[in-house]
Nanobody, 115 residues
């Protein structure tokens, strides 16, 4: 059974940092390009970052480039998102999924950036 479980969100002040984790099961993780997405209230879900199976190629949305870093640990079937210099506009529910051929979404993890 395919399962994506996100964690690591929370409330943080502007300029702060968070590290999100996503544990995947039921897929061949080591050969799958993974991605992080986010959905702010009243907005569509957007792609934030993606990482190829070997971790060599990483792409970012312009709004997060230079502040967020996506990594993965294929031995743990886990993808991470290190978020630095957070801004209020980063407030959203964050999800992981495949970059192509989306799976059923997990519950996501809420990130709130506010003073």
């Amino acid at each position: 059974q395919v399962q994506l479980v996100e964690s690591g969100g929370g409330l943080v002040q502007p300029g702060g940092s968070l590290r999100l984790s996503c544990a995947a099961s039921g897929i061949i993780f080591s050969t799958t390009t993974m991605a992080w997405y986010r959905q702010a209230p009243g907005k569509q879900r957007d792609l934030v970052a993606s990482i190829t199976p070997g971790g060599i190629t990483r792409n970012y949305a312009a709004s997060v480039r230079g502040r967020f870093t996506i990594t993965r640990d294929n031995a743990k079937n886990t993808v991470y998102l290190q978020m630095n210099t957070l801004k209020p506009e980063d407030t959203a529910v964050y999800y992981c999924n495949r970059w192509s051929g989306l799976l059923n979404w997990g519950q996501g993890t809420q990130v709130t950036v506010s003073s």
